[in-house]
Structure formats: C-alpha cells, structure tokens
C-alpha cells in the first residue's frame, strides 16, 4: 500500500520558519517526481512546487508566490520530501499535501498556521 | 503561467443526473488535463489524468473528455458519495488548478 505521511506542520510566527517532511512508502521513491500542493481555509488548491528525480538532477521548480522563499529536498536513503519554508506570511496559512502527482498519490496534509 | 478556467463554480444537482463540468486552458495544453475530486477534510482524489483516462478504482460513471483548450468531466449518473468539490488540474507546464466546481444536492 503506498503511503505519503506530512509531519511538521504547526503554528509560526511571520517571518519565522518551518520545514514539512513527507516520508513515503510503498512506491518506488527513486522514480517519482514529488510535489507540495497547499489549500489555504476554504480555499482551492495551490501547486507549491516539485521535485523530479534525483537521477535527473533533483531539478526543482516553484509557484511565484513562494519562490526563493521556499526549497524543496528529497533524500532517497530515507525516501522523504521535504519542504523548507522561510520568511512566512500570514498568506501561507494551508493545509499542505505532499503528492505524487504523475501517479495519483497524495498524503493527509498537514496544517501551517502563520500568525502572530 | 497557464490559467485554468472552471465552470460552473458551483452546481446543485439530484443523484441520478447527469452532470458536466468543464474547465479551460489559457493557452493549448495537448491532453495534459488531470481531474480531482475532493470531499471536506480529505486530500484530492485523482479521478481522471490525461484528459480521458480512468484511474484505477473510479467508476465508469465518471469521464473525461476534450483536448487543447476545452475539457470537460462527466458523471453520468449522479451518486450520493459524488457530490464534493472538482478541480481540473494542467500539467503542460509545470501545474495549475482550476478554481474548483462545488457540486451540491
């Protein structure tokens, strides 16, 4: 059974930082391109950014509204994603999903909350 | 950035009817067209990718169709565990949502 398991989320002050882990079973994690999608309260879905393969460089790409802001990693030894977010704002408050979007898996979510 | 246009936002509907939602792309996106369903708490559920594909374990009610720039879902008989929210999703270029189609009793 494929599992994609967020962890790390929680409540941060602006400006502070966070870093999401997602550990994934049951997949071959090698092969698979991984994104973080985030839903803020009642809202739609945001693609946040991916990652593709470590073989094919562990290229990254990232929306607009959190590029150079947000990193994602991967570390295949563990199969985990991560996703390291700096300077935040009250705006990133989301439920977010870590997902193998080309193969349909997604994880829970897991909530950041940006407030003072 | 490629833009995804749902509509309608919102649609109230009975189980046994026939629905079609339809989604379009700002610019030309080949087949790159995936459908979610979502239901309150949960995380998406892929339903259809590539424009018409099934995924494994959704029922033949649901179907994609279109190409380009039009795409449309439809759920021939509507079933109660249907109702929930659809996006439509492009991944020509890197990955953008429609806004989301609410469909309701």
């Known amino acids: 059974e494929v599992q994609l398991v967020e962890s790390g989320g929680g409540l941060v002050k602006p400006g502070g930082s966070l870093r999401l882990s997602c550990a994934a079973s049951?997949?071959?994690?090698?092969?698979?391109?991984m994104s973080w999608v985030r839903q803020a309260p009642g809202k739609g879905l945001e693609w946040v950014g991916r990652?593709?393969?470590?073989?094919?460089?562990?290229?990254?790409d990232y929306a607009a509204p959190v590029k150079g802001r947000f990193t994602i990693s991967r570390d295949e030894s563990k199969d985990m994603v991560y996703l390291q977010m700096n300077s935040l704002k009250t705006e990133d408050t989301a439920v977010y999903y870590c997902?193998?979007?080309?193969?349909?898996?997604w994880g829970q979510g897991t909530l950041v909350t940006v407030s003072s | 950035d490629i833009q995804m246009t749902q509509s309608p936002s919102s649609l109230s509907a009975s189980v046994g009817d026939r629905v079609t939602i339809t989604c379009r792309a700002s610019q030309s996106i080949g087949s790159f067209l995936n459908w979610y369903q979502q239901k309150p708490g949960n995380a998406p559920k892929l339903l259809i990718y590539a424009a018409y594909s099934l995924q494994s374990g959704v029922p033949s009610r649901f179907s994609g169709s279109g190409s380009g720039t039009d795409f449309t879902l439809t759920i021939s008989s509507l079933q109660p565990e249907d109702f929930a929210t659809y996006y439509c999703?492009?991944?020509?270029?890197?990955?953008?949502f429609g806004q989301g189609t609410r469909l309701e009793i």
């Open positions: 997902t193998a979007m080309g193969s349909g898996y």
């Open positions: 049951g997949i071959t994690f090698s092969d698979v391109w």
């Open positions: 990652i593709n393969t470590k073989s094919e460089g562990g290229t990254t």
């Open positions: 999703q492009q991944s020509y270029s890197t990955t953008t």
